[in-house]
């Protein structure tokens, strides 16, 4: 019997010494495991890149703020570009924050948004809704969505939200470069010189301070990351960069699926979680909105689902100039984007707003986007490339066609002066606002437009192609 | 759903996780049910013609252990193959054979054959038919009882990391094993993980790499020649047998996390001094399958030398034909049975060529001698085509000594860097095959040393998986080559 005891407790005493071997042996491997994998990250993942910088920054600044989220502006970077929320804090009070990093779609901002809602008492989501990522971006398992995503991914702390995200997000073909950053830049695994600039700038004090500063040559600051989530930035939109690269087609399908299941599973959520939750657009320069066909699609489509969750959308591409007059480019950064100008003078309006009932607040609005260019004065914004069928792939050539709010009242001159030849002109004053030059051509289109009948009033664009 | 994929990494530790937290009695259910998934993820109707040959075999097999009477049991027998191979036959060679009978009556000037003729071939159909087979005559002999347990006898046909590309299990090495009750082994787990790990090099770092000049250089014939064509051929060996040896390394890990051996495919075949030598080393389950079910049964070498030539010749050309439906797989099958016939014509001469039989020098040069016939024959095996191959040798034979210098095979779709990493890796196996030809193997090598050894050598093969690799949302995800057979 004691040798029957004996020989039980040496058994389970070598079970328990391999057991311990085993565990200790795959822990350590593990271990040896992320920590090559974190060197590798160290070394190949991209920190030149603003956007991926913004991210980090953004995530990290979110970990270290102390105080309660009390409003929580979400969507995508034109929270960051357009809303300031240290405006916003002196104009009610609270603890205002900015979150979206570049691209961020509905996906994302759904499981930032209970990130978010985990650690802070939440009173109120104001959702961002740009209309391309909802539409012409709004395939959310495209290459473009997924890279953005991993923005997120790579800085958030890991989590059962974080791996739900990651599991809903990717397809099992992008687990191992989702896992694994560094597998996503195996092309610059033998480029000494990117590896060289990466480190250079890992080691640098701002980027382990999390700080991104651009000044001038005076040492004024061009474009800085806040903490609380706001890009302060003085770039400014120029004539010359008024031309936008898509006509964008979504008359038929305001906003995809994927666009409308996350909208629907954020509102959801926050009626679960007794969050409030206003909808919101940022404005846009007004070429973006003549390059689309039928923006008021979008409008009605965003009012149908916020009518259903019974929540309020604000559509600020239809304010009435005469509450908020932002359409020069002085205001813009680039054509999505405002710029820090034209995000003091919006933030405020946007408080405007959102501090009165519906009812007082939507004096403040046309309509319908129809209505209010039919309340505009004839003007012309810029040109746009149409979309692919209207460019003639067998000759080369790309097709533009000039950005007018009130096209059919206009008439146009178009100039071309291809780089290092003379001008030519392609068209004296004439309805037709089409024109096409070889797509591999560039050079300076100069557009006057004038109202017709009307002579002596001309408004002239130099516009780069 | 392939090895080198993402659901396969999801999937295979799914399997193995609820296959250790099952009764023992249920395990092989379990697996079962893993292999057929495993099977529809391809294309889940061809399910149906698994499970048919399964039944048909199994059901045979029954019969054909009640029946007594010989020539009852050479009918059964004979029934029972017909119709797999049909069922083979039909899927396999369908296209081919109106493909041929077509060009025959267009070449009599008779009206063509107008049968539709897009049949895709069932993944394994080749594999498994083969394995069945296999089995059937094993019963029919009298070498084993017929398998009573269908659901058993199903995993045996069906188990998924061998299914789809071998090595072809006799019954007496699988179905056996999967009686014995498999508990719970660290071992059988380390090696089967530096088994796949060494499995996925070869596939992702090796094959997949030199692919890629390959397919450069047989996709366009008329801009290459010379040098950059022997190369691409060169690659083609190295790759066809990483593709393949990589398979199997992984089928071979994959079970051992079940505690199941399966047979070693390749045993260092580029090592070998004669073609015969080739063969003992290559693809030694299929091999060994033509020996014992048509090389013997067609007189083997019991009828004389001539009888005995022509059975290596058949056997040789069948394997051809088995490989693919094309004349050029059955030229390159025909070939390599030719090299072995003329070797045996040709023993004497070349015994008077070395003084030393067993001297370095004389290794090398059959080595060598062999490697340079087994490429030729490859020619045949890539081209796919009579004609492309003839192309491609007619561009091989072209005199382009400049390309040899002028870093013309960096723009074969490898950079500098990743052909030194190809070539190294080539190195690294080289040395590995060459340690297993003399009976050492490296897996056992790596388990044997210290804990932190092992801890370097598995998370570096890992990472220069990851980092050399082709795999991933850039790359489409290579099949292996061997599927389509």
């Known amino acids: 019997m004691t040798q029957v005891s004996l020989f039980i407790s040496n058994f389970k005493a070598l079970l328990h010494k391999k057991i311990v071997k085993t565990i200790g042996y795959l822990a350590l491997m593990v271990f040896v495991i992320l920590f090559v994998a974190n060197c590798l990250n160290y070394i190949y993942t991209d920190a030149e890149d603003s956007f991926n910088q913004w991210s980090r920054i953004l995530w990290h600044n979110y970990y270290s703020y102390k105080d309660n989220i009390d409003c929580l502006y979400i969507g995508s970077s034109h929270i960051y570009e357009d809303i300031d929320p240290y405006i916003l804090d002196e104009l009610n009070g609270k603890n205002n924050f900015d979150f979206a990093t570049p691209g961020q779609r509905l996906n994302a901002s759904y499981y930032i948004l209970k990130e978010i809602d985990k650690k802070h008492d939440l009173e109120h989501v104001y959702l961002e809704l740009y209309y391309d990522l909802s539409t012409r971006r709004g395939d959310f398992s495209s290459r473009d969505s997924m890279i953005d995503n991993w923005r997120n991914i790579d800085e958030m702390k890991f989590s059962l939200n974080k791996l739900r995200y990651i599991f809903d997000v990717y397809e099992p073909e992008y687990y191992l470069d989702t896992f694994f950053p560094f597998i996503r830049y195996k092309s610059m695994l033998f480029d000494n010189e990117y590896v060289d600039r990466q480190v250079r700038i890992k080691r640098s004090e701002d980027y382990r301070k999390y700080r991104y500063r651009i000044t001038d040559d005076a040492g004024n600051t061009i474009i800085e990351f806040t903490d609380k989530g706001y890009d302060y930035t003085t770039e400014k939109l120029t004539d010359g960069d008024l031309l936008y690269q898509y006509e964008l087609k979504i008359k038929e399908q305001p906003i995809t699926p994927d666009a409308e299941k996350y909208l629907r599973k954020i509102l959801e959520y926050c009626r679960e979680n007794n969050i409030a939750i206003t909808l919101f657009s940022s404005p846009v320069y007004e070429l973006h909105l003549l390059a689309t066909d039928d923006y008021d699609a979008y409008i009605d489509k965003i009012n149908s689902i916020a009518w259903e969750y019974d929540v309020e959308y604000y559509d600020f591409n239809i304010c009435r100039e005469e509450y908020m007059d932002i359409q020069s480019v002085d205001n813009f950064k680039d054509v999505q984007h405002l710029n820090t100008e034209g995000a003091t003078v919006f933030t405020d309006v946007f408080w405007k707003v959102m501090s009165q009932p519906y009812e007082e607040s939507s004096r403040y609005f046309y309509a319908s986007y129809a209505d209010k260019r039919q309340s505009m004065e004839p003007c012309i914004y810029g040109i746009y490339r149409t979309d692919p069928e209207r460019t003639d792939r067998e000759t080369d050539t790309a097709a533009y066609r000039v950005a007018s709010n009130r096209p059919q009242d206009m008439e146009y001159r178009i100039l071309l002066t291809p780089a290092g030849e003379d001008t030519e002109m392609y068209q004296d004053f004439s309805p037709n606002t089409y024109f096409s030059v070889p797509d591999s051509e560039h050079g300076i289109c100069t557009i006057v437009a004038k109202v017709t009948g009307q002579s002596d009033k001309v408004q002239t664009l130099e516009i780069n192609y | ?485």
């Open chain 2, 1 to 485: 759903m392939i090895f080198n994929s993402t659901q396969f990494i999801i999937f295979f530790p799914i399997v193995v996780l609820v296959y250790y937290t099952l009764p023992n009695k249920v395990r092989y259910i379990w697996l079962l049910a893993a292999s057929y998934y495993f099977y529809m993820s391809w294309n889940p109707i061809y399910i149906l013609l698994l499970f048919s040959c399964t039944v048909i075999t199994y059901a045979a097999g029954l019969i054909l252990e009640k029946l007594q009477n010989i020539n009852s049991r050479k009918l059964c027998l004979a029934a029972c193959l017909m119709i797999n191979l049909c069922i083979l036959g039909f899927f396999k060679y369908f296209n081919f054979a109106v493909i041929n009978i077509n060009r025959i009556l267009s070449a009599v000037h008779i009206g063509q054959v107008t049968w539709e003729h897009n049949i895709i071939l069932p993944v394994g159909i080749s594999f498994y038919t083969l394995q069945a087979l296999g089995y059937l005559i094993d019963v029919y002999r009298g070498d084993i009882y017929a398998e009573k347990n269908f659901f058993r006898y199903a995993l045996f046909i069906s188990f998924f990391p061998q299914l789809v590309a071998g090595p072809i299990e006799r019954s007496k090495n699988l179905l056996v094993q999967l009686y014995t009750a498999k508990k719970f082994d660290w071992e059988n787990f380390r090696r089967g993980f530096v088994l796949m790990l060494w499995g996925f090099f070869l596939k992702v770092v090796i094959a997949d790499r030199a692919a890629v000049i390959v397919n450069t250089v047989y996709g366009n014939p008329d801009e290459y020649k010379g040098f950059l064509v022997m190369a691409a051929t060169f690659f083609f060996a190295i790759q066809i047998y990483c593709d393949f040896y990589g398979y199997s390394v992984i089928a071979r890990g994959a079970a051992y996390f079940f505690g199941i051996k399966l047979t070693d495919n390749f045993n260092a075949p580029y090592f070998s001094q004669s073609v015969k030598e080739f063969w003992r080393r290559w693809h030694i389950s299929l091999s060994g399958w033509f020996r014992d079910y048509l090389y013997i049964p067609l007189g083997g070498n019991r009828k004389g030398a001539l009888r005995r030539r022509i059975n290596l010749l058949i056997v040789f050309t069948v394997s051809g034909l088995w490989h693919g439906a094309s004349m050029a797989f059955v030229v390159w099958g025909f070939l390599n049975g030719a090299y072995q016939i003329a070797g045996e014509f040709i023993r004497e001469l070349r015994s008077t060529l070395y003084t030393y039989k067993d001297s370095f020098g004389a290794r090398l040069t059959k080595r060598l001698a062999t490697f340079v016939l087994v490429c030729i024959a490859w020619v045949f095996f890539r081209a796919g085509q009579l004609s492309s191959a003839v192309d491609m040798f007619r561009s091989m034979v072209q005199f382009d000594l400049i390309s040899m210098f002028n870093g013309a095979i960096y723009g074969l779709g490898v950079s500098k860097e990743y052909l030194n990493v190809l070539l190294t890796a080539i190195f690294v196996l080289g040395y590995i095959d060459f340690q297993k030809y003399k009976g050492t193997d490296a897996v056992s090598a790596v388990l044997k040393q210290k804990w932190y050894l092992r801890i370097v050598i598995e998370t570096g093969l890992l990472f220069t998986i990851l980092l050399f690799g082709c795999y991933g949302v850039e790359y489409d995800t290579s099949e292996f080559i061997y599927f389509q057979f």
